[in-house]
């Protein structure tokens, strides 16, 4: 699993990415509210002394490395970043989106499974599946500089080409989003984690 064709084999590899955890909810009669415009400014480096005691987590062991926003310096080739560390609900909906954006800026081009995202919740027993997608699409190809982008919320958003939809129901805890990546220079799979809390409002 360590060698292999990098072309041949980059969509089938995380195509099975649901076994990671259990399918996202379903919603009836759900409302599709539009989503933030994505910008191309500078993602904060939120997150690095709140979560500095969760270390880097693996949890997909098929990749050859686990990448964490809260670990790297702002300058990594790789993260995936969100747009703040605590998310508060309103009852049960977020009060906002959280946004999370994949920065790329090695040589070469880097494929994304953009739908094979999974979300975690820490539990007293360790990390339980909270959500995740089942990669039906092919791999998304970005160049050094270019971003793509998750929105995690609980209800349904309209989102563009270079935005993946995560959506469904939060409880108050810590989280864990991660993505999947291959970069075509190193032919390296790695492993994006990204960690944030939600908290209740009030």
Request: proline share 7%.
């Amino acid at each position: 699993m360590r060698r292999r064709p990098f072309l041949a084999v980059a969509a089938g590899l995380f195509a099975g990415c649901g076994s990671i955890g259990s399918p996202a909810s379903e919603r009836d009669g759900a409302t599709v509210t539009p989503a933030p415009v994505p910008t191309d400014e500078a993602t904060p480096d939120v997150g690095r002394q709140r979560f500095a005691d969760e270390g880097c987590l693996t949890f997909d062991h098929r990749t050859h490395r686990t990448v964490c926003s809260h670990t790297q310096p702002p300058d990594a080739s790789l993260r995936l970043t969100p747009d703040r560390a605590v998310a508060a609900l309103a009852g049960d909906r977020l009060a906002e989106p959280v946004r999370f954006t994949l920065q790329w800026s090695a040589t070469g081009s880097l494929s994304v499974f953009a739908d094979s995202w999974y979300l975690l919740r820490k539990t007293d027993d360790g990390w339980d599946s909270v959500a995740t997608a089942t990669g039906q699409t092919p791999g998304h190809q970005l160049q050094p500089g270019e971003r793509y982008y998750w929105l995690l919320d609980t209800v349904d958003r309209a989102t563009n080409d270079r935005t993946e939809p995560v959506v469904t129901d939060l409880v108050p805890g810590r989280y864990a989003l991660g993505v999947q990546t291959v970069g075509a220079a190193s032919a390296t799979y790695s492993e994006c984690l990204a960690l944030f809390d939600v908290v209740a409002s009030g």
